[in-house]
């Protein structure tokens, strides 16, 4: 099955920095990659997701990359505000979607 | 759109009872719902996938008979844990996609089991 590794499994960024968070899958018939932000107690939420027909996607701070023959992506979170203070975690998927880790990012001041 | 509501939101039972977790999709209709463990600072650990009108599909390791799961109607999902012990306790949370295998998962809010 789908094997998911994430790294870091935690970041600390100073607020305005960027922050990149890389993800690794094992199945190469994987073909749909969300991320999801997780706050402490609330439910996990898609922040972005980039399909296998696509090599990188942007919404305003946040991109994500991804190269199918190496089979990683990355979470991109540029000018970062404590408000992106979270975790996050990256996942695959074929029809299950499997989660990395994730990854718990600190915004300094 | 796209709400997935779970309740109860936190529960806390005896050792050896069973707990019903109900997972809803408000505004959508949900052929298929996955249920998540999520251990204090963890991932989220897949359980298994209910499909509506048959048999839910069981990750490796997951007993399907403590966790039991029945997809009675296209907007309803429920994972039952029986005869719970203090190491079932954790957060179990439900999701749902809108659309094919290629789109978003959305979660309910959770529910935190602590079995005594």
């Known amino acids: 099955g789908e094997n998911v590794e994430q790294h870091p499994s935690t970041l600390s960024v100073q607020e305005g920095d960027s922050a990149v968070i890389k993800c690794t899958y094992s199945d190469s018939a994987s073909n749909y990659f969300p991320w999801y932000k997780q706050e402490l107690g609330k439910r996990p939420q898609l922040i972005i997701d980039?399909?296998?027909?696509?090599g990188e996607k942007k919404d305003q701070r946040i991109a994500v990359t991804l190269n199918k023959t190496a089979k990683h992506f990355s979470l991109h979170i540029t000018e970062t505000q404590p408000e992106d203070s979270a975790v996050y975690f990256c996942?695959?998927?074929?029809?299950?979607?499997?989660f990395g880790k994730g990854t718990r990012l600190h915004i300094l001041p | 759109g796209a709400v997935v509501s779970q309740h109860p939101s936190r529960v806390i039972c005896k050792s050896g009872t069973s707990v019903k977790i109900e997972c809803r999709s408000l505004?959508?209709?949900?052929?298929?719902m996955f249920w998540y463990r999520q251990f204090p600072k963890k991932s989220l650990m897949l359980m298994a996938t209910s499909n509506e009108g048959s048999k839910a599909t069981y990750e490796q390791g997951v007993e399907k008979d403590k966790f039991l799961i029945n997809h009675a109607s296209l907007t309803l999902s429920t994972l039952t844990v029986t005869s719970a012990h203090p190491e079932d306790s954790s957060f179990y949370i439900c999701s749902a996609r809108t659309g094919n295998v290629n789109s978003p998962l959305h979660f309910g809010n959770g529910t935190r089991l602590t079995v005594t």
């Open positions: 996942a695959a998927s074929d029809d299950k979607i499997i």
């Open positions: 980039i399909r296998s027909n696509v």
């Open positions: 505004d959508f209709q949900a052929t298929t």
